[in-house]
Structure formats: C-alpha cells, structure tokens
C-alpha cells in the first residue's frame, strides 16, 4: 500500500513537472525558432530582396565618371531631401501634414526608406553619421545600386558595353516609373489617399539635366 501511494505521488509529480517542463521550454523552444527564421530572413532579404545583387556604392562612385549629372543631380530637391526631415524645415506643410514641425525625423524610419537611399539594405543608409552619402534620393535609388554593375560591366575600358548586359547586372535605365512609384505613393504623409503620380509630367520637371553619351548602347 505505501508503495502504491509513494508511486502514486511519484506518478503525480513526474506528471507535474513534465507540465512544468513543457510549459516553460516550449515558449523557449518557439522564440528561438522564430528567432532563427527572422535571422535567416534578414540575412538573405538583406541581400536580395532589391532589384540587383551586390552592393551601393554611393554617388560619390558614380560622380568620378559621371561629373556632370552629377552637379546637376546635386542642386535637385530629390538629393536634398534628407534636410527636409530636420527639425524646423519646412514648418508649414508639416503642421498641414499633422506632423510636429519640431520634432527632429532624421532617425525616424518611417521616413527614411523614402528620404534615404538603401534604407535596411546592404550598403545603403544608415544613419547621417555613419553614411552621409546615401542620404536623399540618390543615384541608385533611380539607377538600381552599382556594386554588380560599376567597374565590371560599366568600365570606360569597355565603353560600348550593352544596356542590356549592365542591366542583367542591376542597371536601371531607363529608369521605370515603377521606381519612382516606390516612393512616390500615398504612404507618405503629404500626399492624400488620392495622390496621382504623373510619370510623364514628373519625368519633365527633371530628375538631373541629360548630356549626351559617347556611345551607342542598345536597347
Ligand atoms: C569607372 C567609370 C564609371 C563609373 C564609376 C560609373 N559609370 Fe556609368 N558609365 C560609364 C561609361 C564609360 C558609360 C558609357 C558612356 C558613354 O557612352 O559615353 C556609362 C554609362 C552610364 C549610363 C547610361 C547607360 C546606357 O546603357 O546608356 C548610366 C545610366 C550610368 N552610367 C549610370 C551610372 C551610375 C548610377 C553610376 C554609379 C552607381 C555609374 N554610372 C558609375 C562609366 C562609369
Ligand atoms: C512612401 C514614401 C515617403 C514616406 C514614407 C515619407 N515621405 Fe516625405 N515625401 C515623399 C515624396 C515622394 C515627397 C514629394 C511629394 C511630391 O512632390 O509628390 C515627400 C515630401 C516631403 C516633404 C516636403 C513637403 C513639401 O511640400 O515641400 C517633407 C517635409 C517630408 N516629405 C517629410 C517627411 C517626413 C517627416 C516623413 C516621416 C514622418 C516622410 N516624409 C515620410 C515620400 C515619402
Ligand atoms: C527613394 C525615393 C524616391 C524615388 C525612387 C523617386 N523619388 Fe522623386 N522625390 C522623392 C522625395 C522624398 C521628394 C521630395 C523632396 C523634397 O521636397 O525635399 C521627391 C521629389 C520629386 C520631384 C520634385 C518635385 C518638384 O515639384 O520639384 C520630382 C520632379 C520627382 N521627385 C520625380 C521623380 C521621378 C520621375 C522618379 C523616378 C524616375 C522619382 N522621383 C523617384 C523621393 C523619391
Ligand atoms: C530621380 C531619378 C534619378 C536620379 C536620382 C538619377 N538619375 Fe540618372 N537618369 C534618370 C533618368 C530618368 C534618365 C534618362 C533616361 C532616358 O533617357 O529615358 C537618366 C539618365 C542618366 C544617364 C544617361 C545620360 C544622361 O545624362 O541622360 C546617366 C549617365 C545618369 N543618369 C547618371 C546618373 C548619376 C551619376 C546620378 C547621381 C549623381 C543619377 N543619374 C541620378 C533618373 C535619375
């Protein structure tokens, strides 16, 4: 008879503990899992998920073989604005935007993937400290990033490269309105739910001046 009982609350407490086993490993066991999915994810979305491979390589890198779209570029509102995003900039149309126009949005990355170039992506921007070049709407976020494309296909050692080879390499050009859809779109908080992007329109107000190419380089 004791040995029963002893079996009994011996059965009642392996019973118990398992419970409790359970109960505290499995959360354990799904965070780590899902931990380990998240990482994955970033790692290779990171990677990916853009529209070449490889990495931006900043318009300070595109300015040493293309100075003259450059300086035009330089003076677009697009390049500038980052600035936008300061606090005490562009006071009014915040405060019609229902933003507070002191509060500094700089580090605010509900902004930056549309005020940024690269924003969470390899190479792109970070912070103004640690990546001041790719603040603004940059070469690449038009053009695709060069890591794949620049100094390998597009090499002044091969001038009459392919558009279509450096394409396959990550080039945008001619860039798509689809590009400029991936900010110009009503999430951002100073266009209604109405907002209408007129590719044709937007395309004439300039996004840098045109000059004219050496090279004759297809489709
Ligand atoms: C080492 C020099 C070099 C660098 C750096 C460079 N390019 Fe080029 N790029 C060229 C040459 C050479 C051409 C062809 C020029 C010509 O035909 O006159 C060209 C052409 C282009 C064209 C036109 C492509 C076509 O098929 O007609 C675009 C757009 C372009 N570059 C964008 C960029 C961007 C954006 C960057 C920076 C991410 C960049 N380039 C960096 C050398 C360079
Ligand atoms: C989905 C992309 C997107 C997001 C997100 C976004 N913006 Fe913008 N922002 C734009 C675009 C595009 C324009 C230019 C609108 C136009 O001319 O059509 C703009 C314009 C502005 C302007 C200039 C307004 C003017 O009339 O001169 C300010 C200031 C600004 N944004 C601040 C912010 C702040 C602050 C945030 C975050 C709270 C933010 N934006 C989030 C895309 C975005
Ligand atoms: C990475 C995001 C991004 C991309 C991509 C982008 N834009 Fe913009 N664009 C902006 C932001 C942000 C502003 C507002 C800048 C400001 O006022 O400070 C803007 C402003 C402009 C302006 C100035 C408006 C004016 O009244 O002067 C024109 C024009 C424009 N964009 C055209 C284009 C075109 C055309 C494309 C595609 C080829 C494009 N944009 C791609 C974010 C972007
Ligand atoms: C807002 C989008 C946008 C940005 C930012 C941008 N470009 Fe362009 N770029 C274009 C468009 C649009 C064309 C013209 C495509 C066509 O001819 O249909 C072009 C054309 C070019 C060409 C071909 C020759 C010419 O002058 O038309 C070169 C080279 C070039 N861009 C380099 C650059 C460089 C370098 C930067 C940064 C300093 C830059 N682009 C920034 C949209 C952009």
């Known amino acids: 008879m004791p040995n029963e009982e002893n079996e009994g609350t ?3 407490v ?3 503990m398992r ?5 505290s490993t499995w959360p354990m066991t799904i965070v780590v899992v899902l931990l380990g999915i998240g990482v994955f994810l970033y790692v290779t979305m990171g990677k990916y998920d853009h529209t070449s491979q490889g990495q931006f390589v900043g318009p300070g890198k595109c300015k040493e073989c293309h100075k003259e779209q450059y300086a035009s570029w330089k003076k677009t509102r697009m390049a500038n604005s980052f600035h936008v995003l300061r606090a005490g900039e562009k006071v009014q149309e915040k405060r019609i935007a229902g933003l507070d126009p002191d509060k500094d949005y700089t580090q605010d ?7 940024t170039t690269g924003y969470g992506l390899v190479g792109g921007f970070v912070s103004i400290e640690k990546t001041p070049d790719m603040a603004g709407v940059t070469c690449e976020a038009c053009h ?3 890591g794949a494309y620049v100094n390998t296909v597009m090499d002044p050692k091969n001038p009459t490269f392919k558009t279509s080879a450096a394409r396959n390499a990550g080039l945008n050009y001619p860039p798509t309105e689809n590009v400029c859809r991936e900010c110009h779109n ?3 908080p100073f266009v209604g739910r109405d907002y209408k992007f007129y590719f044709n329109e ?3 107000l300039g996004t840098h001046e045109h000059y004219h190419l050496n090279y004759e380089h297809g489709k």
């Open 10 to 12: 011996n059965n009642f």
């Open 14 to 16: 392996t019973e118990e």
């Open 19 to 23: 419970r409790r086993i359970s109960r």
């Open 109 to 115: 990355e509900t902004c930056l993937p549309c005020h």
């Open 144 to 146: 695709g990033h060069g």
């Open 186 to 188: 009503a999430r951002s």
């Open 202 to 204: 937007r395309i004439k």
